[in-house]
């Protein structure tokens, strides 16, 4: 094979600075109190920067001056706000770059990831929500929509600046205003798309980014002056949030955690259905709601997937994020290091066969070799739990009722992958997979017109598309 | 949970075994002193006893019993008490009857609650007698018929195409939920107001209901239309003492708070439901049932499922 | 003959239908990421050095005269006079008339001699013509013969025909190599081109190579990726390592590197060899040599340093 020599890209396209405040009513302050924490380059280990961490009062101010602004906000002509939108999703488009090197970075991901999806739909949700800003009286929810007030947002920090965009873009276009908090490992791409609101000119209040840890967050959830919550992250988060919630008569969406089917009939273009094995459960490093980390194939043609599959992981190329020829990236952080680790050892001792190809990984900063378990059953936790890792557990089928029992034998629901070439089974199978995602002979596709949410404790709620109006009009 | 489907028959054979402490519970049942006096017609024919109904619960298309035995006076009669394993049975009737119901097809659907308004339409005067107004039976009947027809329509209005950035084709539809709880408000109109839009869209529901009389002739419209057994369950008695039971159980996806009258309760409940990450309906104040319902209280037990597929060849 | 005795042969439809299919999008995706890989500095030398070892350096124009020829068959041997490090192209590729003069031209070098043959391009002949065609080049001096397959017979399902013709064909070519030209344009879709592909290879194709440069579409990353999938697939089964060339169409340097990209990333080193991958292609040498003295010179390089052939 020949060696690709290392193609980084420039990190000199983006200025981090030592420090960063809060962004409150249209401007950085430091927290009330001075409390900071750090953000590292998962792939190293270095201090990027120091980050302001909100408390209680920040956040009271980051509300308030959210309420201010939503009268004038919600009060401007929808055509007006589209502008501002379309505004913004320009700049994004202009700075791509900086804000996927920045993206990679803070996160871990490859740049080949952060460059050519994370930030092209980013945009793509800013230009398409914009659109609808003054078309919302057509949008099927009534003759006269109304925007409900703040929108406590709170992201996780698998696709930092994306799941701002999922937030942030329809909550703006339907007149509501946001306070939002990044996750704590992944502040500075959100801290960027502040100085982005700047640029555009946004009313100050409209959006405001407190960083912080979970209690910042909790904090914020709770607050009374809240109209909406808007949450992805974990399934356990998001059960402590809907418990918080009840009673407040708040509007609540939950984006929560799957454990997704990735079903292969013997019928499939292998190929094509490996390809979307590796898309499904190695992209972004596995870190990922809907991956597909169930890989459930049909019996008969288990060694011929199995061959391709171990095949195609050798040329998985894993290490330094900002090189153009990454694959798979960093681990985001030590702690969600250990949580795959600790997994992984307990599908081995629970009998199952883990296999990775090859490959030499980096001394410092967080990483994980991409990784199969095979002869796993339902009864094993590696089938069950979230491992949001790139650890695949292999799964085997006999017929097409046994892999939607088996696909659908789990308390998620939020999506599900098919590889076939017959239509009619495609057409049954996705009937009767309980996901609110399917991907048949693809897998992890996105696009801002394209309803994303889960079934059952995958939360409630879409976002994008028409239907992701819903959540933020009254 | 797979197993519910074949377990289901069990529970609903058994009402035959709560009979017997059933009855002997319940010796007012006999007492004549409970019956309303019938007038006396003006001829000299003996006065004739009037039989009376057995106000019974409805789970999977039976009227069983409470397993409980147990019954609540009201309004004179006595109504059978659910128990928190009622709940359960219904519970897993719904469950058992859920996808074949969902299944079926959307037109069918629409015939069966179109056969719903036409039995209520014959059985008006029983509903008249039990003290509901005429107007409230007529926009009870004309409510199952507007559900009726958005069976095959809700599809289109809430679904489509969407235009995505690429070759595939993206499609989104609505499904149902799937098993909904309902705490059901008292009223005739309201009750069918919340079933209607849950079983449409090919939910089943087990409902709380108040007024136990209208809910359970509510029932025996029902098990003589075409639903088929299980897609309605109702359970009467005491809601403090099933609801939690219904707002923590796992295998319920949607908890329909609207005929809940005690606020804290229905926060308990709300909070209760969250230990699954249940669809919870909350309307804020009372809900004017007379009103056009619009879409939510369909959409609010519909999920959206999208489907990608590449294009090429 | 080489042709392996199976089970594949006695009902081809049954054994070239049961291939997997090949999903368009899914295939064309997995090429466009491969495109974007990035090959720098020592790689970039190396990778540009095997790229010229692959050119089948070519003309195919009715206008081709001996003159013409001679020139060609000059840079194949030498392609940067102002360098001899450079390294030689692998083959000249000619139609059976000039084989003659290549043949003299390239006497002694080390470059092999294709010629197409079988009433290249559109093969519509009689079998015993298109025989004769190979046989003649193949006299000439011809160590390699491009062959086309009936695309016609193909599309009409007659596999059969197809088969016996490439079977036919190779023992016409005695000892010279053949490189069966499927015309993936014409067939049209991905699921014939794997299909096409397998029944060239089972009837004992050393090569299998994408097109005459004669139609619309020419060689593509993702036809090539469905062919290497085939070549990978194949030797899985029968142990045999069959050749790819993509031909027609591939014009720069940064064209080839995604062509070696995908050798690399879909069936590994044992194709990164002149003797198992080729580029069909003219133009394709000049601009190798421009980037190759780039990087040699550190400046960019112009048109005019180079020979114009």
């Known amino acids: 094979m020949f060696e690709y020599a290392p193609a980084p890209e420039s990190r000199s396209v983006v200025e981090i600075a030592s420090s960063y405040g809060l962004f409150i009513d249209g401007s950085f302050d430091g927290g009330k109190d001075g409390n900071v924490f750090k953000t590292v380059d998962p792939a190293t280990e270095e201090v990027l920067a120091e980050v302001a961490a909100a408390g209680p009062e920040d956040v009271d101010r980051a509300v308030a001056a959210a309420r201010r602004a939503f009268t004038t906000w919600s009060a401007l002509p929808g055509s007006e706000r589209a502008k501002y939108l379309f505004r913004i999703a320009r700049i994004i488009q202009e700075r791509s770059r900086e804000l996927a090197v920045l993206e990679s970075l803070d996160n871990g991901k490859p740049i080949r990831e952060s460059r050519d999806v994370d930030l092209p739909l980013v945009a793509a949700h800013f230009f398409y929500y914009a659109g609808w800003a003054d078309k919302l009286r057509y949008a099927g929810f009534g003759p006269d929509p109304r925007p409900l007030g703040v929108a406590a947002q709170v992201i996780p920090w698998n696709f930092p600046l994306l799941m701002l965009a999922w937030k942030i873009a329809p909550a703006l276009a339907t007149g509501n205003t946001v306070v939002l908090k990044p996750a704590e490992t992944t502040p500075l791409s959100a801290l960027f798309f502040a100085d982005v609101c700047r640029q555009a000119e946004l009313p100050a209040g409209v959006v405001n980014i407190v960083t912080g840890a979970g209690d910042t967050g909790a904090y914020l959830v709770r607050h009374p002056d809240v109209a909406k919550v808007a949450f992805t992250g974990s399934t356990e988060v998001g059960r402590e949030i809907a418990r918080s919630v009840a009673g407040t008569g708040k509007r609540l969406t939950l984006e929560l955690g799957g454990k997704a089917a990735n079903i292969v009939f013997d019928d499939a273009p292998i190929d094509q259905a490996v390809e979307g094995i590796v898309n499904g459960i190695f992209f972004n490093q596995g870190h990922v709601c809907c991956a597909g980390s169930r890989l459930l194939v049909q019996e008969s043609v288990l060694d011929q997937v199995l061959e391709s599959l171990k095949r195609r992981m050798a040329t998985l190329r894993v290490g330094d994020p900002l090189d153009k020829n990454t ?3 960093a681990i985001n952080s030590a702690a969600q290091l250990a949580r795959i680790t600790e997994l992984s050892e307990i599908g081995v001792q629970e009998g199952a066969e883990r296999w990775s190809p090859e490959c030499s990984l980096p001394d410092r900063g967080f990483w994980f070799a991409p990784t199969i378990f095979t002869g796993v059953t339902q009864a094993h936790r590696i089938a069950r739990e979230e491992i949001f890792g790139p650890v ?30 017959k239509g009619s089974r495609i057409l049954a199978v996705a009937d009767k997979l309980r996901a609110g995602v399917v991907w048949a002979n693809t897998f992890n596709k996105f696009d801002p017109a394209s309803p994303f949410g889960g079934y059952k404790e995958s939360g409630y709620g879409r976002e994008g598309g028409r239907h992701g109006l819903e959540a933020y009009l009254a | ?29 006999a007492s004549p002193a409970a019956a309303p006096v019938t007038a006396a017609p003006l001829t000299a024919a003996p006065v004739r006893l009037a039989v009376r109904k057995t106000y019974k619960l409805y789970i999977g298309g039976k009227f069983p019993r409470s397993e409980s035995g147990r019954t609540f006076v009201v309004d004179g009669d006595n109504v059978a008490l659910a128990s928190r394993k009622d709940a359960r049975d219904a519970v897993l009737a719904a469950r058992a009857a859920q996808s074949k119901w969902a299944g079926a ?11 719903i308004a036409e039995m209520i339409e014959a059985r008006r005067a029983e509903f008249v007698a039990l003290g509901v107004p005429d107007a409230e039976v007529d926009a009870t009947i004309d409510r199952w018929v507007w559900y009726a027809g958005w069976s095959d329509k809700i599809a289109q209005v809430t679904g489509g195409a969407n235009p995505v950035a690429g070759p595939y084709l993206n499609i989104s539809a609505p499904e149902p939920t799937g098993v909904v709880g309902i705490v ?88 209760a439901a969250a230990g699954t990450l249940k669809r919870v309906i909350r309307p804020s104040g009372a809900t004017d049932f007379t009103a056009d319902p619009g879409l939510r209280p369909m959409t609010a037990l519909l999920e959206t499922k999208t489907v990608w597929h590449p294009k090429g060849y | 003959m080489t042709v392996t005795a199976s089970a594949e042969l006695s009902d081809l439809r049954s054994f070239l239908h049961g291939l997997p299919g090949v999903d368009k999008v899914g295939v064309e995706a997995r090429a466009a990421a491969l495109a974007t890989r990035s090959i720098k500095a020592d790689s970039k030398a190396a990778a540009i050095d095997l790229a010229i070892r692959m050119v089948d350096l070519t003309t195919l124009e009715g206008a081709d005269t001996p003159g013409k020829v001679r020139a060609l068959c000059a840079k194949a041997i030498r392609p940067d006079p102002a360098d001899p490090a450079c390294p030689p192209v692998a083959a000249i590729c000619v139609y059976p008339a000039m084989a003659p003069i290549a043949a003299a031209a390239l006497a002694g070098s080390g470059v092999h001699l294709a010629s197409v043959a079988t009433a290249f391009p559109s093969g519509q002949a009689p079998l015993e013509v298109k025989l004769a065609d190979t046989r003649d080049a193949v006299a000439a001096g011809a160590d390699e013969i491009d062959m086309v397959i009936s695309r016609g017979a193909f599309l009409a399902g007659d596999y059969r025909r197809v088969f016996d013709e490439i079977v036919a064909v190779k023992q016409a070519c005695g000892d010279a190599h053949l490189k069966v030209i499927l015309e993936t344009g014409e067939l049209a879709t991905y699921d014939n081109i794997r299909r096409a592909s397998w029944l060239a290879m089972l009837a004992g194709a050393d090569f299998i190579k994408t097109s005459t440069g004669k139609v619309s579409v020419n060689a593509t990353l993702p036809i090539t990726l469905v ?11 029968h142990g045999r390592i069959i050749g790819v060339k993509p031909a027609g169409g591939i014009k720069t340097t940064k064209d080839a590197i995604k062509y070696l990209v995908l050798i690399n990333e879909t069936v590994g080193d044992e194709w990164l060899h002149p003797d198992r991958f080729r580029f069909g292609a003219s133009s394709l040498l000049n601009d190798l ?18 020979t114009l052939d």
């Not at chain 1, 085997?396 to 599900?416: I, W």
């Not at chain 2, 949970?1 to 010796?27: C, E, F, I, N």
């Not at chain 2, 097809?105 to 056969?115: C, D, K, M």
């Not at chain 3, 003295?293 to 048109?303: E, S």
């Open chain 2, 184 to 271: 059901a408000p008292a009223s005739l109109l309201g009750l069918v107001s919340v079933i209607a839009p849950a079983i449409v869209t090919g939910n089943t529901v087990v409902v709380l209901a108040d007024a136990p009389q209208i809910a359970i002739t509510l029932a025996e419209v029902l098990a003589t239309s075409d639903v088929p057994g299980g897609v309605v369950n109702l359970l009467t008695g005491r809601h403090p003492e099933t609801a939690p039971w219904l707002a923590s159980h796992d295998d319920v996806n949607a908890l329909d708070l609207t005929g809940v009258t005690d606020p804290e309760l229905a926060v308990e409940w709300e909070r």
């Open chain 3, 227 to 237: 062919m290497l999938e085939a070549v990978r697939d194949f030797r899985e089964r």
């Open chain 2, 105 to 115: 097809t959307a037109y069918n659907r629409g015939q069966v609650l179109y056969r």
């Open chain 2, 1 to 29: 949970m797979p197993k519910s489907a074949k377990s289901s028959a069990a529970p609903a054979t058994t009402p035959s075994a709560a009979v017997t402490p059933g009855a002997a519970t319940t010796p007012g049942a």
């Open chain 3, 289 to 306: 040599l421009m980037q190759r003295t780039k990087l040699t010179t550190g400046h960019y390089a112009g048109p005019d340093y180079f």
């Open chain 1, 327 to 329: 694959d798979i990236g």
């Open chain 1, 392 to 421: 695949l557990s292999v799964l085997t089928f006999r017929t097409p009722d046994e892999a939607v029992a088996k696909a659908n034998n789990t308390p998620y629901g939020l999506s599900a992958g098919i590889w076939t070439e």
